[in-house]
Nanobody, 119 residues
Framework: QVQLVESGGGLVQAGGSLRLSCAASGSTSSIIGIAWYRQPPGKQRELVARINSGVSINYADSVKGRFTISRDNAKNTVYLQMNSLKPEDTAVYYC?????????????WGQGTQVTVSS
């Protein structure tokens, strides 16, 4: 089992910055991938950024050059630094982890944190 707790959301003006944190606990050594997703109002959840096996990183085209995902293994925490925020970045942001154990893959989600960007 892996537990994920997000923090750092809030209200910010367009052009501003926020840093989201996702603290993982439990069987963190089994995590093979960790990511940030977001769900804008009235839309489907979408991938924002992902770290795969601690090496490769993928970003959604809409956030490339503005958002940075990083991981502090000592603190079991993943961050999402969001710069040059736009109103269209408004969404609930979720931390997601994929873990592997005895040949099975498990998916875990945090509770989400609201990010609101005003124009």
């Amino acid at each position: 089992q892996v537990q994920l707790v997000e923090s750092g959301g809030g209200l910010v003006q367009a052009g501003g910055s926020l840093r989201l944190s996702c603290a993982a606990s439990g069987s963190t050594s089994s995590i093979i991938g960790i990511a940030w997703y977001r769900q804008p109002p009235g839309k489907q959840r979408e991938l924002v950024a992902r770290i795969n096996s601690g090496v490769s990183i993928n970003y959604a085209d809409s956030v490339k050059g503005r958002f940075t995902i990083s991981r502090d293994n000592a603190k079991n925490t993943v961050y999402l630094q969001m710069n040059s925020l736009k109103p269209e970045d408004t969404a609930v942001y979720y931390c997601y982890a994929e873990a592997s154990n005895r040949g099975y893959t498990y998916q875990y989600w945090g509770q989400g944190t609201q990010v609101t960007v005003s124009s």
